[in-house]
Structure formats: C-alpha cells, structure tokens
C-alpha cells in the first residue's frame, strides 16, 4: 500500500521567513503529486500539482514544489510567509497503477506570526 | 453549483444510531470520492465512484459503512450502528473523471460533515 509522510507536525515561523514542508511517499511507480491546504474554517483547497514534465511546480499564492524522484519526494516551498499562510497543509499522491483516489500525509500544521 | 456541498455540516448522535450524510458533487463531475478526517487516523479514503462502474469501496473501515450514487450525481453515506471511533468530519470531493486520465484530475472537496457519536 502507498503511504505519504509529512515529517513536520507544527512549523512555527516568522513573516518573510522562508518555508519548506517536507513530503515523502512509498510508491516507486508513476506518481501524480499534490499539496492541499486547508486555512481554518475553510475547505481543502488545491495548492498545487505535479503529473508529468518540469519536476519545479509553481502554485498560488507564491508556493513551488519540487518533484525529485529519486528521493521520493516532493517538497513544498515559499520563499517569504505571510501571516495568511497559516494553515494545515497536506501532501497527497494518487497513481494509475496505485487507484485514482487520493493518499495523504498527516498534515503539517503551519502557524506564521505577525 | 458553484462548488461541493454536504449536508448536514454537523451531526450529533448516540452510540448504535444509524446516520445518512449526503453529497452534492459539481455539476458534470463525474468522480465522487468520500474521506475523513479524523485526529487519529489523517485523512483517509473511505470509497470512491465513477460514472455508471462498481465503486472502489476498498476503504471503508467496515460492514457498518456504504454509500450509494443516486442517478450519478448526489451521494449518501450510510454509517449503521455507530461507535464512538466513527467520530470524524467526512469529506467529500468530485472531480470531472475524463476516461483515461482519472487519476491526474483535481479533486474539489466540500466543506465536510463533522460527525459525534456520543
């Protein structure tokens, strides 16, 4: 079975610091990769994906992942946070050969302080 | 509509009740996946549609859990005799679910029925 880790719980950070929330999964087929976040009292939103192609993918609101096969992995980054990226933020998979339906990580709960 | 919705938003029961919770996927999408999310356990696949096939159901947790698709568009997930572990937001997505490229499409989530089992 596929399995997708998040290894930060809490991140705590400073605006205009620089972000970076790791994501690894278990799968060694072709993967598709996403990175949904969830701001409070809102729904999971779409931050970003990567199917196929240029391995760097740039999202909303300034946020890039970078797919790097070898290491399993597929890191979120923003250069500079904002007091309104304070979120939860999950990293999914989904695969042809692993079913259509979405593996997510535990969730990396960000908090960015004024 | 303009987006997911799931009915009720919240739900309170007791323990051993039956509960229906309902799901209105985007117009013309034809995929509908259900999770939930729960403190313990993430965020978990539960069972997932599309169009007129067999529903994947290789996540429901157990017998007490099933779903139907009425006329592919709305759904209901029934959870029968509910234990207190059943406490949880279920979540809902579509998404448009083209032939042959199922698993690279966008997944839209409604806002979720939060689920106690008292």
């Known amino acids: 079975a596929q399995s997708v880790s998040q290894h930060n719980h809490h991140v705590i950070l400073s605006e205009a610091a620089s972000l970076e929330l790791g994501c690894n999964y278990s799968y060694g087929g072709t993967v598709n990769l996403f990175w949904y976040v969830q701001y409070p009292g809102q729904h999971l939103q779409l931050l970003l994906k990567y199917f196929s192609g240029d391995p760097l993918v740039k999202g909303i609101k300034g946020f890039e992942a970078e797919f790097i096969k070898s290491k399993f992995s597929f890191n979120l980054r923003k250069p500079s946070v904002q007091w309104s990226d304070t979120a939860e933020y999950f990293c999914a998979v989904s695969g042809p050969n692993a079913g259509n339906m979405l593996t997510f990580g535990g969730g990396t709960r960000l908090m960015v302080k004024p | 509509g303009a987006g997911v919705s799931q009915s009720p938003s919240n739900k309170v029961t007791e323990k051993g009740k039956d509960v229906e919770l309902r799901c209105d996927p985007i117009?013309?999408?034809?995929?509908l996946y259900w999770y939930r999310q729960s403190l313990g356990q993430g965020l978990e696949f539960l069972i997932y549609?599309?169009?007129?096939?067999?529903?994947?159901k290789s996540g429901l947790p157990s017998d007490r859990f099933s779903a139907e698709r009425t006329g592919g568009s709305v759904s209901t997930l029934t959870i029968q005799r509910t234990q207190q572990e059943d406490s949880a937001v279920y979540l809902c997505?579509?998404?448009?679910?083209?032939?042959?490229?199922?698993?690279?499409?966008?997944?839209?989530f409604g806002p979720g029925t939060r689920l106690t089992v008292l």
């Open positions: 997505a579509s998404s448009l679910g083209l032939a042959g490229v199922l698993n690279t499409d966008t997944q839209y």
């Open positions: 549609f599309q169009g007129n096939s067999a529903p994947d």
């Open positions: 117009s013309g999408h034809t995929a």
